[in-house]
């Protein structure tokens, strides 16, 4: 699997659990939602400060985002 995709799949999960709408994360993260979505979708290519918003809007290790 494109780690894009695993860390989109992770992504997704991980807002799903806490009940986070895309909207509600992407704000939380201060980046549009649809960048949001593209990288849920495995199409965007976040950089690791984006990634690092994101897990402390989610309040989880980025190392989550990477997991099989």
Same mark, same amino acid.
């Given at each position: ?11 997704? *999960? ?5 009940? +986070?709408?895309?909207?509600?994360? =992407?704000?939380?993260?201060? $980046?549009? %939602? ?9 199409? *965007? ?5 984006? +990634?690092?918003?994101?897990?402390? =809007?989610?309040?989880?290790? $980025?190392? %989550?985002?990477?997991?099989?």
């Amino acid at each position: 699997m494109d780690v894009r995709a695993r860390v989109g799949r992770n992504l997704q *999960r991980l807002r799903r659990d806490r009940e +986070l709408t895309q909207e509600e994360l =992407a704000h939380k993260a201060e $980046i549009h %939602q649809t960048y949001l979505s593209g990288v849920e979708v495995g199409k *965007r290519n976040p950089s690791i400060l984006v +990634l690092d918003r994101i897990v402390k =809007a989610l309040g989880v290790d $980025i190392s %989550q985002l990477f997991e099989r």
